[in-house]
Structures are given as C-alpha cells and as structure tokens.
C-alpha cells in the first residue's frame, strides 16, 4: 500500500499537525527537508523526531506512545554497583561528544546497519557545538566504554542512542543522565521508542498526548549553562 506524507520544505521549518502521524507505520509524520540546526530545535520542541536509513528520504516521527523515564526512577541496583567497584568507572559530561556519537553509530552484534549517518553525525554536533545536544561518558581509566547523548529542550532531555563496550555501562550512563539533570532540573527524560531494554529499567510508556502536554510544560524553562560545560561529574551512590 503506497504511503502519502507531506514533503517539508527547504526555506520552512514549521512542521505539520501531530494528529497526522501515521499511525502504520506508528509516528510518521512527514518527509523531507534538512537538518538544520534551527529545523531541528522546531522538530524536538514540537515532540518530533528524525530517523531514517540509508538510502531512505529524510523521515520524520512522532509516535502514538513515549518512552519517558519520570524523576528519580533510574537507581543503582546491587548489580550496578558491583559493575561500578570492579571496572572502576568514572563519568563525565560533553568532554567527547563527537565520539560518544560515533560510538552510538558503530556496527553491532545484532545491528549491522546504523541509522546514525553521517549526515546525522554532522547535525547534532552542529547542535551541541551551539549548545543544544549533550553527551554523557564512560570511562575506564583514559578508554571510552559507554555513554549517551541526546538534546535538551528547556528542562527535558531527549535520549538518543547510547552505546557500551563493558556490561551495563550505558545504564549507568542514563542513571548518571538523570542525576546530573536533577540537579538543576526535575529529570524528565524522553527515550522516544519503548523497547524491552528501557521497559526493564523502569520507563514508562507515555501517551503522544500526554507527552505534549510534559514537553510543553518543561520547553519554556531552562538549565545554567555551566552545568552543561565538559566536566567530570560523580554518580550519587547513596540512591539505590
């Protein structure tokens, strides 16, 4: 069955009504344009997203349900903290955004292919260069091992992907997300699409409605901009 969506426009950024989405398949919205920095902070502050393959038109979505993590949800469990003392791990924020992204990109076991272009790389670095787009590391002594990133749109955080080369460094990446945006914000995270993998770590499926109704309550506010300059930052064990 042929699909029809709207084609946006190279020289306007405005987006068409969410009540568009498609729902087979579940979200998409529209096609076309760019990624602009500017076409991008409209998308996300309108609960709109990019993705799209290889070979594919620039897609945009905007799913019938989000995967939100609400405040104080993501916490170390015994497991977690057993990772943390026998890897000897420590974190930071924006001090590798363009590898953290890279790494997100990279082959997988399961996931030969990326949508992670190039093209995609080069947008959101543009992003976080312009302070939009933020990255969460991993380390192992001076070895990137995991880690996250994603925008920032007011006071909600909007994963993207994540990555990790040792057990469960990319959910010790979100708790330490979550702990550093709560510290200067309530720690709305947005991880777009419900998967098995965030249902197990407490996410919570959100209805397109609903989450309009978060993301239009959290776009207006803000976060210091030094809490987002490259850092060390220290996971808060006490929280379990």
Known sequence: MAIYLPALSAHDVSFPKLHRALTEPDGLLAMGGDLSTERLISAYSQAIFPWFSEGDPLLWWSPSVRA???PNTLTLNRTLRKQLQRYNLTFSVNRAFSDVI??????????????????????YIQLHLQGHAHSIEVWQQDKLVGGLYGVLVGQLFCGESMFNLIPNAAKLALIALQQHLQQVADGWIDCQLVNPFLLQLGVIPMPRADYVRLLQQYRQLSTPTAHWQAKTIWLDKSHA
Request: aromatic share 8%; charged share 10%; hydrophobic share 50%.
């Open 102 to 123: 890279a790494s997100c990109a990279a082959p997988r076991a399961k996931q030969p292919s990326t949508w992670i272009l190039p093209e995609i790389q080069q947008a």
């Open 68 to 70: 939100v993590f609400a």
